[in-house]
């Protein structure tokens, strides 16, 4: 039968994590709490960065867009997930999951390539550092997401234009390309050279922008007290393990697909925030200060 007689999938069905209704329940309980706490933790990482003053640096501006874009990214598949467990509702659309994927996975590539060229900065040129102006850092974010966007456009595009006209089921928990053109009832061997080479581009120029930024500061190092080594391996360290975490082994297994939807939003607010002792005090004064108004609040209120 002609393809183009046939019928047009527009709605896909998930898979989901399992079928079994007792993990079902014990997955919603452990990934909600996961997403509350991912949320709660970036959203105060951002309140605390934009509202001290001391923390008007761009390491804190991109690690504040750091924090908006993993809630964002976190958002996208979560919550999704979240209502298939427990409402049994599986199907989507996919268009617009496929593209906000993309643009917050994209648009987190690159900013941790900025983060990694502004370390090799503050390392490598620590007097010029505190000249950096704001307004390029506000540029290059503009640019990060324009290019991110201009890249989910493609990989969306690309996608949804094939025909599909057979079966609808993704054997994951949310939409991405390689599932989703799997399912097209045609030859998708021409499509998939653009969808990978636009993905690989970003991909390996970013991390051999990351390779190169980190050679440079570990050669650096050589030259600096053993105080200032200790300060510069501290700060790079947390945004290397940020950076592992991203750039580690792709799967397409789900418990892999759920490390990397679910779990890394959580960890990069905790582990930048360990290892450094401005925001973990600017943090603390924030919540105590927080506290202390509820508290009073709380006592005019009974009285």
């Not at 850092?137 to 949804?160: D, E, K, N, Y």
Request: with cysteine; aromatic share 12%; hydrophobic share 50%.
């Amino acid at each position: 039968m002609d393809v183009l007689n046939q019928t047009r999938v527009t709605q896909f069905v998930f898979l989901g994590l399992t079928d079994n209704w007792v993990q079902e329940i014990l997955f919603f309980m452990a990934f909600s709490a996961m997403y509350v706490l991912t949320l709660w933790g970036n959203i105060l990482i951002m309140v605390t960065i934009v509202f001290t003053p001391c923390l008007s640096t761009p390491m804190y501006f991109f690690l504040s867009n750091l924090s908006f874009i993993d809630i964002c990214h976190s958002s996208v598949t979560v919550p999704k997930m979240l209502e298939g467990l427990l409402f049994d509702r599986k199907t989507i659309s996919c268009i617009a999951q496929l593209f906000f994927l993309h643009l917050f996975a994209c648009a987190e590539i690159l900013l941790l390539t900025i983060m990694a060229y502004d370390r090799y900065v503050a390392i490598c040129a620590p007097l010029h550092y505190p000249n950096v102006n704001m307004r390029v850092c506000v540029q290059l974010v503009f640019v990060l997401w324009l290019v991110g966007t201009v890249h989910s456009l493609v990989q969306t595009f690309l996608t949804i234009r094939l025909p599909y006209c057979g079966p609808n089921v993704i054997d994951s928990y949310f939409c991405n390309v390689p599932p989703v053109i799997k399912l097209a009832c045609t030859d998708t061997c021409l499509t998939g050279i653009p969808i990978v080479s636009n993905r690989g581009t970003i991909s390996l120029s970013c991390f051999l922008a990351l390779v190169a930024s980190y050679t440079i500061i570990l050669f650096s190092l050589r030259k600096q007290s053993a105080e200032g080594r200790r300060k510069a391996l501290s700060t790079c360290l947390a945004h290397f393990m940020v950076v592992s975490l991203f750039f580690g082994p792709f799967s397409t297994d789900k418990l892999v697909s759920v490390f990397y939807t679910v779990v890394t939003p959580l960890l990069n607010p905790f582990i930048d925030t360990l290892r450094n002792e401005e925001i973990k005090s600017a943090m603390k004064k924030r919540i105590w200060k927080s506290l202390k108004k509820t508290s009073s609040y709380t006592s005019k209120k009974n009285t």
